[in-house]
Protein backbone atom coordinates (compact mmCIF):
# COMPACT_ATOMS: atom_id res chain seq x y z
CA UNK A 1 0.00 0.00 0.00
CA UNK A 2 1.16 3.65 -0.71
CA UNK A 3 0.75 6.93 0.84
CA UNK A 4 -1.71 9.10 -0.49
CA UNK A 5 -2.06 12.41 1.37
CA UNK A 6 -4.63 15.40 1.09
CA UNK A 7 -4.48 18.61 2.25
CA UNK A 8 -7.49 21.05 3.16
CA UNK A 9 -7.62 24.49 5.12
CA UNK A 10 -10.50 24.88 8.13
CA UNK A 11 -11.52 28.72 8.70
CA UNK A 12 -10.93 29.78 11.58
CA UNK A 13 -10.35 31.60 13.77
CA UNK A 14 -7.47 30.53 13.93
CA UNK A 15 -7.30 28.97 10.48
CA UNK A 16 -6.13 25.37 10.67
CA UNK A 17 -4.22 22.84 8.03
CA UNK A 18 -5.84 19.44 8.20
CA UNK A 19 -3.15 17.12 6.28
CA UNK A 20 -4.51 13.29 6.11
CA UNK A 21 -2.42 10.70 5.68
CA UNK A 22 -4.00 7.30 4.22
CA UNK A 23 -2.11 4.18 3.95
CA UNK A 24 1.85 3.39 4.71
CA UNK A 25 4.28 6.44 6.05
CA UNK A 26 7.82 4.26 5.36
CA UNK A 27 11.03 4.92 4.08
CA UNK A 28 9.93 5.24 0.71
CA UNK A 29 7.21 8.21 1.31
CA UNK A 30 8.85 9.70 4.28
CA UNK A 31 10.08 12.64 2.70
CA UNK A 32 6.87 13.23 0.21
CA UNK A 33 5.03 14.25 3.50
CA UNK A 34 8.04 16.75 5.13
CA UNK A 35 7.62 18.37 1.62
CA UNK A 36 4.01 19.01 2.28
CA UNK A 37 4.14 19.94 5.89
CA UNK A 38 6.94 22.80 4.28
CA UNK A 39 5.12 24.05 1.95
CA UNK A 40 1.78 24.30 4.26
CA UNK A 41 3.72 26.38 6.34
CA UNK A 42 5.51 28.42 3.89
CA UNK A 43 2.43 29.26 2.66
CA UNK A 44 1.35 30.45 5.84
CA UNK A 45 0.19 27.83 7.56
CA UNK A 46 0.72 28.31 11.45
CA UNK A 47 -2.11 25.39 12.97
CA UNK A 48 -1.75 21.75 11.72
CA UNK A 49 -3.90 18.80 12.15
CA UNK A 50 -2.39 15.43 11.25
CA UNK A 51 -4.99 13.47 10.66
CA UNK A 52 -3.71 9.54 11.26
CA UNK A 53 -7.15 8.19 11.45
CA UNK A 54 -6.34 6.14 7.52
CA UNK A 55 -2.31 5.78 8.43
CA UNK A 56 -2.12 1.90 9.00
CA UNK A 57 1.92 1.59 9.39
CA UNK A 58 4.27 3.74 10.53
CA UNK A 59 8.28 2.83 10.52
CA UNK A 60 11.10 4.69 12.19
CA UNK A 61 11.71 6.66 9.15
CA UNK A 62 7.83 7.67 9.09
CA UNK A 63 8.37 8.81 12.60
CA UNK A 64 11.75 11.12 11.43
CA UNK A 65 8.94 13.18 9.00
CA UNK A 66 6.92 13.41 12.07
CA UNK A 67 9.38 15.05 13.98
CA UNK A 68 10.40 17.01 10.95
CA UNK A 69 6.66 18.10 10.96
CA UNK A 70 7.18 19.54 14.53
CA UNK A 71 10.41 21.50 13.71
CA UNK A 72 8.62 23.19 11.07
CA UNK A 73 5.92 24.48 12.66
CA UNK A 74 7.91 25.72 15.16
CA UNK A 75 9.70 27.67 12.30
CA UNK A 76 12.78 25.91 12.53
CA UNK A 77 14.42 23.92 9.60
CA UNK A 78 13.87 20.20 9.30
CA UNK A 79 16.59 18.31 9.94
CA UNK A 80 18.81 17.62 6.91
CA UNK A 81 18.36 14.63 5.17
CA UNK A 82 21.40 14.35 3.75
CA UNK A 83 23.18 13.73 6.69
CA UNK A 84 21.43 10.01 6.43
CA UNK A 85 19.27 9.48 9.16
CA UNK A 86 20.89 11.02 11.49
CA UNK A 87 17.80 13.04 11.83
CA UNK A 88 16.75 10.52 14.35
CA UNK A 89 19.60 11.38 16.95
CA UNK A 90 17.13 15.15 16.66
CA UNK A 91 14.52 13.01 17.79
CA UNK A 92 16.25 11.99 21.05
CA UNK A 93 17.13 15.53 21.72
CA UNK A 94 13.21 16.10 21.47
CA UNK A 95 12.39 13.65 23.69
CA UNK A 96 14.67 14.60 26.27
CA UNK A 97 14.18 18.29 26.17
CA UNK A 98 10.22 17.15 26.55
CA UNK A 99 8.93 20.25 23.85
CA UNK A 100 5.53 19.43 23.49
CA UNK A 101 3.98 20.62 20.81
CA UNK A 102 1.69 23.48 20.67
CA UNK A 103 1.04 24.00 16.50
CA UNK A 104 0.75 20.58 15.48
CA UNK A 105 -1.57 17.82 16.64
CA UNK A 106 -2.61 14.52 15.90
CA UNK A 107 -6.11 12.96 15.33
CA UNK A 108 -7.18 9.52 15.21
CA UNK A 109 -4.46 7.50 15.03
CA UNK A 110 -4.84 3.46 15.74
CA UNK A 111 -3.51 1.39 18.39
CA UNK A 112 -0.59 -0.03 15.68
CA UNK A 113 0.49 3.30 15.49
CA UNK A 114 0.07 5.17 18.89
CA UNK A 115 2.38 2.12 19.73
CA UNK A 116 5.07 3.21 17.60
CA UNK A 117 4.84 7.09 19.01
CA UNK A 118 4.40 5.57 22.38
CA UNK A 119 7.63 3.30 21.98
CA UNK A 120 9.85 5.69 21.41
CA UNK A 121 9.18 8.13 23.33
CA UNK A 122 7.31 10.58 21.02
CA UNK A 123 3.96 9.99 21.65
CA UNK A 124 3.76 12.76 24.53
CA UNK A 125 5.12 15.50 22.95
CA UNK A 126 2.30 15.68 20.63
CA UNK A 127 -1.04 16.38 21.58
CA UNK A 128 -3.45 13.70 20.18
CA UNK A 129 -7.77 14.08 19.18
CA UNK A 130 -9.85 11.01 18.97
CA UNK A 131 -10.39 12.84 15.32
CA UNK A 132 -10.21 15.68 13.17
CA UNK A 133 -12.86 17.32 14.31
CA UNK A 134 -11.97 17.70 18.18
CA UNK A 135 -8.70 18.16 17.29
CA UNK A 136 -9.44 21.36 14.89
CA UNK A 137 -11.69 22.56 17.86
CA UNK A 138 -8.53 22.18 20.24
CA UNK A 139 -7.04 25.00 18.44
CA UNK B 1 12.69 -28.00 10.62
CA UNK B 2 10.00 -25.64 10.61
CA UNK B 3 7.57 -25.29 7.27
CA UNK B 4 8.14 -21.87 5.41
CA UNK B 5 4.72 -20.15 5.04
CA UNK B 6 5.60 -17.72 2.68
CA UNK B 7 9.06 -16.64 0.92
CA UNK B 8 10.05 -13.17 -0.76
CA UNK B 9 13.02 -11.44 -2.27
CA UNK B 10 13.16 -8.00 -2.97
CA UNK B 11 15.78 -5.21 -5.10
CA UNK B 12 17.33 -3.28 -2.00
CA UNK B 13 14.72 -0.45 -2.68
CA UNK B 14 12.81 1.26 -0.42
CA UNK B 15 9.03 1.15 -2.70
CA UNK B 16 9.57 -2.42 -2.05
CA UNK B 17 9.23 -2.08 1.82
CA UNK B 18 5.50 -2.26 0.77
CA UNK B 19 5.71 -5.55 -0.51
CA UNK B 20 7.18 -7.27 2.00
CA UNK B 21 5.20 -5.66 5.02
CA UNK B 22 2.02 -7.19 2.77
CA UNK B 23 3.25 -10.62 2.10
CA UNK B 24 4.41 -10.97 6.25
CA UNK B 25 0.67 -9.12 7.39
CA UNK B 26 -1.01 -11.78 5.38
CA UNK B 27 0.89 -14.59 6.13
CA UNK B 28 0.88 -14.08 9.77
CA UNK B 29 -3.09 -13.17 9.45
CA UNK B 30 -3.55 -16.55 8.04
CA UNK B 31 -1.64 -17.91 10.32
CA UNK B 32 -4.24 -16.82 13.22
CA UNK B 33 -1.74 -14.06 15.15
CA UNK B 34 -3.00 -11.28 16.85
CA UNK B 35 -3.59 -7.59 15.52
CA UNK B 36 -0.94 -7.36 18.17
CA UNK B 37 1.01 -9.65 16.53
CA UNK B 38 0.77 -8.76 12.88
CA UNK B 39 1.41 -4.93 13.88
CA UNK B 40 5.13 -5.93 15.64
CA UNK B 41 6.35 -8.30 13.22
CA UNK B 42 5.33 -5.90 10.09
CA UNK B 43 6.80 -3.17 12.22
CA UNK B 44 10.44 -5.50 13.00
CA UNK B 45 10.92 -7.04 9.29
CA UNK B 46 10.24 -3.19 8.14
CA UNK B 47 13.22 -1.65 10.12
CA UNK B 48 15.43 -4.35 9.44
CA UNK B 49 14.81 -4.52 6.05
CA UNK B 50 15.16 -0.51 5.70
CA UNK B 51 18.29 -0.50 7.53
CA UNK B 52 20.16 -3.38 5.31
CA UNK B 53 18.81 -1.37 2.36
CA UNK B 54 19.76 2.30 3.62
CA UNK B 55 22.57 1.49 5.39
CA UNK B 56 23.80 -2.39 4.39
CA UNK B 57 23.79 -1.65 0.86
CA UNK B 58 23.96 2.39 1.25
CA UNK B 59 21.48 2.72 -1.57
CA UNK B 60 23.48 0.84 -3.99
CA UNK B 61 22.24 -2.77 -5.81
CA UNK B 62 21.28 -5.32 -3.33
CA UNK B 63 18.51 -7.97 -2.69
CA UNK B 64 16.55 -8.80 0.77
CA UNK B 65 15.10 -12.20 1.20
CA UNK B 66 12.14 -12.75 3.68
CA UNK B 67 11.12 -15.86 4.74
CA UNK B 68 8.02 -16.20 7.23
CA UNK B 69 7.48 -19.84 9.29
CA UNK B 70 4.74 -20.42 12.04
CA UNK B 71 6.47 -22.81 14.97
CA UNK B 72 4.01 -23.57 17.32
CA UNK B 73 3.16 -20.69 19.38
CA UNK B 74 5.62 -18.31 17.51
CA UNK B 75 6.30 -17.13 14.44
CA UNK B 76 9.82 -17.02 13.07
CA UNK B 77 10.71 -14.09 10.06
CA UNK B 78 14.29 -14.82 8.72
CA UNK B 79 16.18 -12.34 7.15
CA UNK B 80 19.00 -12.27 4.50
CA UNK B 81 21.04 -9.97 2.69
CA UNK B 82 24.39 -9.89 1.08
CA UNK B 83 25.50 -6.44 2.76
CA UNK B 84 28.17 -6.23 4.78
CA UNK B 85 27.91 -7.67 8.20
CA UNK B 86 26.14 -6.09 10.51
CA UNK B 87 24.71 -7.60 14.14
CA UNK B 88 21.77 -5.95 15.56
CA UNK B 89 22.07 -7.35 18.72
CA UNK B 90 25.06 -5.19 19.56
CA UNK B 91 23.00 -2.27 18.87
CA UNK B 92 20.41 -3.10 21.23
CA UNK B 93 20.15 -3.03 24.79
CA UNK B 94 16.71 -4.25 26.06
CA UNK B 95 16.73 -1.96 29.72
CA UNK B 96 18.29 1.55 28.50
CA UNK B 97 16.91 4.57 28.36
CA UNK B 98 14.82 5.55 24.95
CA UNK B 99 17.42 8.61 24.90
CA UNK B 100 20.48 6.23 24.68
CA UNK B 101 19.00 3.91 22.64
CA UNK B 102 18.84 6.40 19.97
CA UNK B 103 22.34 6.43 19.04
CA UNK B 104 23.76 6.65 15.38
CA UNK B 105 21.90 5.92 12.13
CA UNK B 106 20.91 2.26 13.15
CA UNK B 107 19.56 3.15 16.53
CA UNK B 108 15.57 4.23 16.66
CA UNK B 109 15.07 0.74 14.04
CA UNK B 110 17.08 -1.27 16.34
CA UNK B 111 14.91 -0.37 19.18
CA UNK B 112 11.67 -0.62 17.81
CA UNK B 113 12.67 -4.18 16.19
CA UNK B 114 13.79 -5.19 19.97
CA UNK B 115 10.90 -4.24 21.33
CA UNK B 116 8.11 -5.50 18.39
CA UNK B 117 9.59 -8.98 19.35
CA UNK B 118 10.63 -12.23 21.65
CA UNK B 119 13.61 -12.90 20.21
CA UNK B 120 16.43 -11.45 18.02
CA UNK B 121 19.18 -13.65 16.26
CA UNK B 122 21.69 -12.95 13.84
CA UNK B 123 24.18 -14.67 12.23
CA UNK B 124 26.45 -14.46 9.02
CA UNK B 125 25.70 -15.71 5.32
CA UNK B 126 27.63 -17.94 4.43
CA UNK B 127 29.60 -16.09 1.36
CA UNK B 128 29.07 -12.76 2.54
CA UNK B 129 26.03 -11.03 3.89
CA UNK B 130 23.52 -11.58 7.45
CA UNK B 131 20.91 -13.73 8.50
CA UNK B 132 18.77 -12.17 10.81
CA UNK B 133 15.88 -14.33 13.01
CA UNK B 134 12.98 -12.17 14.27
CA UNK B 135 10.20 -14.11 16.95
CA UNK B 136 7.45 -12.94 17.95
CA UNK B 137 4.70 -14.86 19.89
CA UNK B 138 1.45 -14.93 17.70
CA UNK B 139 -0.73 -14.28 20.61
CA UNK B 140 -1.29 -10.45 21.91
CA UNK B 141 0.85 -9.33 24.70
CA UNK B 142 -0.28 -7.88 27.86
CA UNK B 143 -0.82 -4.29 28.01
CA UNK B 144 3.20 -2.45 27.64
CA UNK B 145 3.42 0.41 30.67
Keep these: MALATTVEQVDGPPPVTVVTLD ?19 EAGARKLVLDCS ?10 VAVHSAMRIMRGEAAPDLE ?15 GNVQSNLRLAGEQDGVRKVLDRTGLGPLLPSYPDRASAIASF | MTPTEARLRIPAELDRLADVRRMVRETTRAAGASQDCV ?37 VVTIEDAAPTFDPRTHAEPD ?18 RLATDR ?20 QRPQED
Aim: charge should be negative.
Design chain 1, 83 to 97: QGWEALRAIRDEVDA
Design chain 1, 23 to 41: GELDGATYERVIDIVRQAY
Design chain 2, 120 to 139: LGWRPRDGGGNILTLVRTLA
Design chain 2, 96 to 113: MAVSALVRGPHGMGVHLM
Design chain 2, 39 to 75: DDICQAVDEAATNTIVHGYRGGPGWVEVAVAVDGPDV
Design chain 1, 54 to 63: KLEFVSSSGL
